[in-house]
């Protein structure tokens, strides 16, 4: 399915959805926020993809909010300015949670500048590659703002909190290098290998379980914030759903059926 401001390809199971507004370096503007949630809903709902590849056209990966937009809220009337806000700020983090909670793998191809948003939106995702012409900035102090797009709540988990307060106070843009460095990318490739590399590794990724994953990826995303006691009880009850799904009892068979082969074969040579 193609749209005018997002675009997703699915080939094999692995889904890649393309950030398509690279006049404006994919900054996110209104009308791409509305298709970017109807995607990420349709890639989370069909069962038949196993994996997201999230990258952006053109030069870049994501420039962040659209200016335009913000001066359009700023001509609101001053007693409208608030509740849009919010208003807005409620689509943002449908669009965050959609990514962050998504039950399969997901994997930020950044492919240029990710500032913003677009620095937000790629720490959103389980894994960062980043090409050898990435670079991130959380850039939002520039305009007067917080990270509003998962950053406060991402980026201390990836590379501590003294550090995500350097980053987030600064506003300063940092090179793939030190994004790897830092821990905000966990692989830099070549930008010619940036999306077969990517691909590579969403097919690693998925080839386990869904269910297994799925479930896992769930309660790893709270292990933060839980008890080790909450923790050994999710994994209890998702380990009885694992248990039952059909991934499990194939596996099981399979090793079973190895195993009864290798027991017949070395009979067989010992006769």
Known sequence: MTNELIQLDVQGGIATIYLNRPEKRNAFSDDMRTQYTQVLEEVTANRAIRAVVLTGNGKGFCAGG???????????????????????????????TLLHSMPKPTIAAVNGAASGLGADTAISCDFV???????????????????????????PRRVGLPKAKDLIFSGRKIDAPEALELGIADRIVGAEELLPAAWRWAEELSNGSPTALA????????????????????GSQAQGVCYTSTEHRAAVQAFLRARDERKAASANAKE
């Open 129 to 155: 590659l980043a090409s050898e012409d990435a670079s991130f900035a959380w850039s939002y102090i520039n305009r007067g703002l917080i990270p509003d797009g998962g950053g406060l709540y991402f980026l």
């Open 66 to 96: 659209d200016v335009a937009g913000m001066e359009n809220r700023m001509q609101a009337d001053a007693g409208e300015v608030a509740f849009n806000g919010w208003n807005r700020q409620q689509r943002v983090h449908r669009c965050v």
């Open 215 to 234: 479930l896992g990826k769930t309660i790893l995303n709270q292990s933060f914030e839980l008890s080790a006691s909450q923790v050994f009880s999710q």
